[in-house]
């Protein structure tokens, strides 16, 4: 099976598991039990996802509470450190994979690297689950159903095309012509040594 092909599967399951209570405190039981495998990783990854695509739903809420409001926000910015954690993560299962593979002296650099390709599909299989249920939720407007048909269809497309791009990464890593590489976030913000706005606290 195909590396999107994995994913697709598993972050259908994922995001099937949150909707059963769907809620942003639901607890998560993920059904793969290898901690190295790479079901059990992406499986996560979605899961963080799913909980921070409706995180970003509720705070735009217009009659929300500001101290609610700026809870989410915390929420949402911790979340978006345990995403770039969860890529970073799955990075390194790639490199630890692939890195024995020889490149040819003329392989090129990706501008993005297996992980985040996979992030993005991620997040292009939550825009298709809910775009769906735009396209068939019976109190919406004719108008919206169609228009939502018609952004459904592009998005699918858009996934397709995604998932043979992904494949191919993978494939051309595997011959030599791409040379896997990893790129780390770095992120200042969540840090209280590198944020200034935090740091400064403590002056």
Known sequence: MSVSSVCNKVFKIAIDDYHISNSVDGKKT???????????IIYNKCWIDTVQWHLEDII???????????????????????????????????FKKYSSENPKQEAILNTETPAWAI????????K????????????????????CSFKLSTL??????????????FDNISSGKVRIATYKQMKMYNDESL?????SQND
């Open 30 to 40: 993920n059904p793969f039990s290898d901690s190295s495998s790479l079901e059990k």
């Open 60 to 94: 735009r809420k217009p009659n929300i509470e500001p101290y609610e409001a700026l809870k989410i926000k915390r929420r949402i910015d911790s979340s978006n450190q345990d995403r770039t954690d969860m890529v970073e993560e799955l990075d390194d299962y790639f």
């Open 119 to 126: 992030d993005r599909l991620s997040i292009l299989s939550l």
């Open 128 to 147: 298709i689950y809910h775009m769906k249920e735009e396209a068939e939720r019976d109190t919406a407007s004719t108008d919206h159903r169609k228009k």
């Open 156 to 169: 699918l497309e858009q996934k397709s095309n995604l998932s043979m791009a992904i494949d191919q990464l």
């Open 195 to 199: 944020n200034p706005e935090l740091y």
